[in-house]
């Protein structure tokens, strides 16, 4: 079953979609942009801070979501100027360990929306939930019923020889 989720701190999206989907195995994210943010035309024409301001959204996006940067498996980044790609890089790299960074395509892209520089989309693995602790009392049923399937010369009840 498909969650679709908007972050509270954000406009509500203005196109027919939502910041955040999850699918049960995979957290996919809308493109961000530093004007997408509260204050964030103070950051435009800066690359490195327009990448530093959205990729900081995006972490506490994934937290949202139930995830972290190091979930992420794939990253789409567009720029105005591909020249810029070097800047961008370096403030890109710092939210990353080393070497596991995401796969990721970066494009050149002329007009990104609010005149923004740098737009940056993501997809993280969504973590499994951790089971709930077993009581004692489970584990002592699940090993009374795992000792009579175990060992013994028949097969186990329902099954063909």
């Known amino acids: ?8 701190t954000l406009a ?3 196109f027919p979609g939502s910041h955040i989907v999850m699918d049960g195995h995979y957290i996919f994210f809308s493109g ?5 943010i509260q204050g964030g035309e103070a950051v435009l024409g800066d690359i490195a801070e327009e990448t530093r301001w959205v990729m900081r959204r995006l972490s506490r996006m994934l937290e949202y979501a139930g995830a972290s940067l190091a979930d992420v498996v794939r990253v789409d980044v567009h720029l105005t100027n591909l020249d810029t790609i070097h800047t961008m890089d370096a403030a890109y790299a710092e939210f990353f360990e080393p070497p596991g960074y995401p796969a990721r395509t970066c494009t050149e892209s002329p007009r990104l929306s609010g005149g923004s520089n740098v737009e940056i989309t993501l997809v993280a693995r969504q973590p499994a939930v951790e089971p709930e602790p077993r009581t004692q009392a489970q584990a002592d ?3 009374d019923t795992g000792s009579q ?11 063909r020889t």
């Open 1 to 8: 079953m498909h969650r679709f989720l908007n972050d509270p």
């Open 12 to 14: 509500v999206p203005v």
């Open 32 to 36: 961000l942009t530093a004007t997408d």
């Open 141 to 143: 049923a699940k090993e």
């Open 149 to 159: 399937s175990e060992g013994g010369d028949s097969p186990p009840e329902g099954t």
